[in-house]
């Protein structure tokens, strides 16, 4: 039956390619949204805040998590199961950590009178931050998928496309909250 | 070994089960991840949804066209919406509001993308199915998911949302605002939210099935027309769509949690709203920065089918095959750089006004190549007029039609006077609705044999045909006179405007013949059920004898599309009447005396 497969002619695995254009997809969205504030910017009543330092704290996760499942994919090519569960159960406390520093960076700005409601600002920070903690969450419950099926008991197939795939879109959720975190320390 | 051997080709390996694997009625008909049944399956919702849209627009055009007179089976019907038999201006609105929501996205953009993407991209590119399965179907029942909030909105007690299928905010953003605004505005999101990601499902699979699921010899440069537009196509929803979702997660924190997105100064019946530093026009942006792109989502599957049909049947290579790719292109780039043509009137900058007057104008040319390209394609063609030919060329005649009304809107000083008029409706509905419509007939007409392996009834298709196009032109054209002397669009009653009594028997006139082509569309819907099962069977894998690959696979394709081996390409997909060959199917090698290709 391999014939069927050697059909079809390719260089990068479908489901990969369709997470990248999925991506391109995301990023439109954010793009729409930070464009969004950037014209709000320009008009009246427009106050600026300072970002908590917990967000500095959940960056600190998000991008060590980005290490971890880097190191994950590389033992799971490796065939070193135990130390790749071992990996991908870190990626997840600090994807865990990345949302709690989250909320708690909210609680922060909220006791500081920045509200979601007060000003306009302050509505696109926590429309932009949750809606990236929101993609956050969904890398989130993949890893665990990934972690649960790590356990299975007989892999005869190797197959690294599903480690892959969640491995590029948890790097994506980090650049992006990278280019998030720069957006809104650099425009406002 | 063949589980291992294969496991790495996702999409493909389903295939191998097919032999020794029992489909039950639910994952066969209902949850089904063969494209072939995703497609029926949006083709049959999308009609479903033609007919309830179709049927507003004959509702409300008796209000326009006879405001005097009452309905008493109106009240029967609609409840309270048409107490005494007369339309109530509330509902007026929200039936002019789903007219465009439902017709726009649910038909235009599900039904035309959903069916023919589906149906067409692995049969024609020569791939067993699309690259993920199971994002399809998920792409088909989120669009379910989004029908059936939609369809409820319609019986809330508030009614369904009603400030237009713009949505522009403060209307849309206030629930004091308009009664469509209280619930049905939320229902309305939220669907709407559901069916951006369907789209975005859909698209993601329909771009990379195309470009990395091609069979051997398949090279771009031979792929038939309709899978080239309907990639444009998805690249522009995968574009787009995003955008809108962001601009509806705004109004949705507007509405539900209080936020200013879009709200500043408002007063409500004296009362006034703490909302501030808020802009409208903001939204207007977002907008139409996917809506205008979704003009081209809807118009470009009916150029690429079209394209297909009038080659197949002129028995004549497409003109300037590279042209029709390169127009597509540029259509598809303009696309993203014009949606503010639609806000010429929110008092932007004159200059920034006159940069999206060249833009929008620009998409002139590329729509004029398409358009020489399609004529040239017939002249001197050996024509066959089966009903698909023939509301192909109808979709060529309405596509100049309306886009040569095009270039009087896309000119900002004249749109100042043409804004929200008349001659808009008159403009996008026969430019991208009705021609899309015929788009979408064209292909159904000649796809048909492929999909139920039955043809449609002739006698009735040629009756649809010519009610529908001369209907089409009857009921859109006089409304240019009606948009040129004001008429603005969106009114109730115009009995009451001395300037536009004068447009009261023509109203009538107009509303008459909605009536008859509406009528005509059931006669339709009749045909393609009817001959779905009644219908003469189609004994010829090849009823058209066309070049392209879908023609090869067996009348009733299983799922993994061809028995044997996928067929190698070795041609473009337009050799007609070559080498005293009538037609050269792509699948056939290319033999030592042959000329080269067109």
């Given at each position: 039956m391999s014939a069927v497969a050697m059909e079809q002619r390719k260089k990068i695995h479908p489901h990969k390619f369709t997470l990248w254009v999925g991506i391109g997809s995301l990023l439109m969205m954010f793009a729409g949204l930070t464009s969004a504030y950037i014209v709000k910017r320009n008009l009246a009543n427009w106050q600026t805040y300072d970002l908590p330092w917990f967000f500095w704290i959940s960056t600190v996760a998000i991008l060590l998590s980005s290490v971890t499942i880097y190191m994950a994919e590389k033992k799971f090519k490796q065939r070193d199961m135990k130390k790749y569960r071992g990996l991908l159960l870190v990626t997840v406390i600090l994807g865990v950590l990345f949302i709690t520093f989250q909320v708690l960076g909210f609680l922060q700005l909220w006791e500081k009178q920045v509200t979601l409601t007060a000003n306009v600002s302050y509505s696109f920070m926590y429309v932009i931050v949750s809606l990236h903690a929101a993609h956050v969450l969904g890398g989130l419950i993949a890893l665990i998928v990934l972690y649960a099926k790590a356990f299975g008991t007989k892999i005869r197939v190797y197959n690294s496309v599903p480690v892959e795939l969640v491995s590029t879109y948890w790097h994506f959720v980090d650049v992006l909250w990278i280019y998030l975190l720069i957006f809104l320390i650099l425009i406002r | 070994?063949?589980?291992?051997?294969?496991?790495?080709?996702?999409?493909?390996?389903?295939?191998?089960?097919?032999?020794?694997?029992?489909?039950?009625?639910?994952?066969?008909?209902?949850?089904?991840?063969?494209?072939?049944?995703?497609?029926?399956?949006?083709?049959?919702?999308?009609?479903?949804?033609?007919?309830?849209?179709?049927?507003?627009?004959?509702?409300?055009?008796?209000?326009?066209?006879?405001?005097?007179?009452?309905?008493?089976?109106?009240?029967?019907?609609?409840?309270?919406?048409?107490?005494?038999?007369?339309?109530?201006?509330?509902?007026?609105?929200?039936?002019?509001?789903?007219?465009?929501?439902?017709?726009?996205?649910?038909?235009?953009?599900?039904?035309?993308?959903?069916?023919?993407?589906?149906?067409?991209?692995?049969?024609?590119?020569?791939?067993?199915?699309?690259?993920?399965?199971?994002?399809?179907?998920?792409?088909?029942?989120?669009?379910?998911?989004?029908?059936?909030?939609?369809?409820?909105?319609?019986?809330?007690?508030?009614?369904?949302?009603?400030?237009?299928?713009?949505?522009?905010?403060?209307?849309?953003?206030?629930?004091?605002?308009?009664?469509?605004?209280?619930?049905?505005?939320?229902?309305?999101?939220?669907?709407?939210?559901?069916?951006?990601?369907?789209?975005?499902?859909?698209?993601?699979?329909?771009?990379?099935?195309?470009?990395?699921?091609?069979?051997?010899?398949?090279?771009?440069?031979r792929l038939p027309l309709t899978v080239w537009a309907l990639l444009f196509t998805a690249i522009l929803g995968v574009l787009s769509f995003p955008v809108l979702f962001s601009g509806v997660i705004l109004l949705l924190f507007d509405r539900n949690l209080g936020t200013s997105f879009y709200l500043s100064d408002i007063v409500i019946a004296g009362k006034i709203l703490p909302n501030e530093g808020g802009s409208a026009i903001l939204f207007q942006h977002l907008f139409w920065f996917l809506g205008h792109p979704e003009v081209y989502i809807i118009a470009l599957p009916a150029m690429g089918i079209s394209s297909e049909i009038i080659s197949v049947n002129s028995r004549k290579p497409i003109f300037g095959y590279m042209a029709m790719v390169g127009s597509l292109f540029a259509i598809c780039t303009l696309a993203f750089l014009v949606w503010a043509h639609h806000m010429f009137v929110t008092g932007m900058n004159p200059f920034l006004g006159s940069v999206f007057v060249l833009l929008t104008l620009l998409i002139a040319v590329p729509s004029a190549i398409k358009v020489f390209n399609w004529l040239t394609t017939l002249w001197r063609g050996n024509i066959r007029f089966t009903p698909g030919m023939l509301f192909s060329i109808g979709f060529v005649s309405l596509f100049i039609s309306g886009g040569l009304t095009g270039i009087f809107l896309g000119n900002s000083a004249l749109d100042l006077h043409l804004h929200d008029t008349y001659f808009v409706i008159a403009h996008f509905h026969i430019v991208m609705g009705v021609a899309s419509i015929f788009g979408m007939l064209a292909g159904i007409y000649h796809w048909f044999p492929k999909m139920f392996g039955r043809y449609m009834n002739n006698t009735l298709a040629y009756i649809h045909f010519w009610v529908t196009i001369v209907g089409a032109y009857l009921i859109f054209w006089p409304m240019h006179y009606e948009g040129l002397a004001g008429m603005p669009r969106r009114y109730y009653d115009y009995s009451g405007w001395n300037s536009f009594k004068m447009f009261a028997g023509l109203n009538e006139f107009i509303s008459f013949v909605v009536i008859i082509v509406f009528a005509v569309q059931l006669l339709f819907v009749f045909n393609f059920f009817y001959s779905m099962y009644k219908g003469r069977k189609v004994t010829n894998q090849n009823p058209w004898q066309s070049n392209t690959l879908e023609w090869t696979a067996p009348i009733h394709p299983g799922h993994g599309n061809w028995p044997g081996e996928i067929p190698e390409v070795y041609r473009g997909a337009y050799e007609y009447s070559k080498d005293g060959k009538e037609y050269i199917p792509q699948n056939v090698p290319v033999g030592d005396e042959e000329t080269k290709g067109h």
């Open positions: - | 070994m063949s589980s291992v051997a294969t496991v790495q080709h996702a999409g493909v390996h389903e295939v191998h089960h097919e032999h020794h694997h029992h489909e039950t009625f639910i994952s066969k008909y209902v949850f089904s991840q063969d494209h072939k049944m995703i497609s029926k399956q949006f083709l049959v919702t999308g009609i479903i949804w033609a007919i309830i849209g179709g049927l507003f627009s004959v509702i409300f055009r008796l209000q326009l066209g006879f405001p005097d007179t009452t309905f008493p089976w109106l009240e029967d019907l609609l409840g309270h919406w048409a107490a005494g038999g007369k339309l109530k201006p509330d509902f007026y609105y929200a039936l002019v509001t789903m007219h465009g929501t439902i017709l726009v996205f649910f038909v235009l953009t599900a039904g035309l993308s959903g069916t023919f993407a589906n149906y067409l991209i692995p049969l024609q590119i020569g791939a067993r199915d699309m690259a993920s399965p199971m994002l399809n179907m998920l792409s088909y029942w989120f669009f379910f998911l989004a029908s059936i909030i939609m369809f409820a909105s319609l019986f809330v007690q508030t009614g369904p949302a009603s400030g237009g299928w713009t949505i522009y905010p403060p209307l849309s953003a206030l629930g004091d605002a308009s009664t469509g605004s209280v619930v049905g505005m939320d229902y309305w999101l939220v669907s709407m939210a559901m069916f951006i990601v369907s789209s975005l499902l859909g698209g993601l699979n329909y771009i990379t099935t195309i470009l990395s699921m091609r069979t051997k010899g398949m090279s771009m440069t």
